[in-house]
């Protein structure tokens, strides 16, 4: 079931991470992200609405929603309560993978050293979050990775826009995490037309 959930974020191979202040703003946010192409969400639990807008956007038909930010096994409880098909994290912390695993939900923790991958991968995890991903030398950090570590696949983060997606068009990329695309204060304002169209050019920069 995590296979083919790593097999559809692939596939949309865009993750727009969202910081949302106001649930009622979740469901017209989903649809126009799948407006413009993308039809997936990390809903961070960075604010009180989190968790409730999580819930909001999972019940929208055909779009994958996960939960981002996840420090605790009681918000992994809370996500996956609420819908939350995914969860991702900043750092690696086992127990948390272990509890996303049991509770049938992806975990995507976040590496920043070869050890850290390591760790994940006794976890069983197969996929990471680079994070943040610009910082720490971007696509060549990953192709860095990729030696050692060829079966795992990659979620760069931090740092990346409209400018530099294309260069994270490389092996072991399975799908770029942004915020560029639905900016906090553009979700505020309700301006959900720029945000499909934000959504269209950056899944258009990012196959170019
Ligand atoms: O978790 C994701 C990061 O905060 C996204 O980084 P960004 O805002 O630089 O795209
Ligand atoms: C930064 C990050 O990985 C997160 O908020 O989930």
Do not use: H
Not at 63 to 82: I, K, N, P, R
């Amino acid at each position: 079931m995590t296979a083919e959930l790593s097999d559809s974020l692939a596939g949309i191979g865009v993750l727009p991470v969202i910081v949302i202040d106001d649930p009622r703003a979740a469901r017209p946010l989903a649809e126009a992200l799948r407006a413009g192409g993308v039809g997936c969400a990390e809903v961070t639990l960075r604010t009180p609405a989190g968790r409730d807008s999580i819930a909001e956007m999972s019940a929208v038909e055909g779009f994958l929603v996960g939960a981002g930010t996840v420090l605790t096994v009681e918000q992994l409880d809370a996500s996956a309560a609420a819908g939350a098909r995914f969860a991702v994290s900043p750092g690696f912390d086992g127990q948390l993978v272990d509890r996303a695993m049991s509770s049938g939900v992806l975990a995507i923790p976040g590496i920043a050293t070869a050890s850290e991958t390591m760790a994940a991968m006794r976890a069983g995890v197969r996929t990471v979050k680079l994070f943040p991903a610009a910082q720490l030398g971007g696509p060549a950090m990953i192709a860095a990775l990729r030696g050692p570590f060829p079966e795992m696949s990659f979620v760069p983060s931090g740092g990346i826009d409209i400018d530099n997606v294309a260069d994270y068009g490389i092996d072991g990329v399975l799908c770029v995490s942004t915020s560029w695309i639905a900016p906090r204060a553009m979700i505020a304002q309700r301006d959900f037309a720029t945000i499909a169209e934000r959504a269209r050019a950056f899944v258009s920069r990012r196959r170019s």
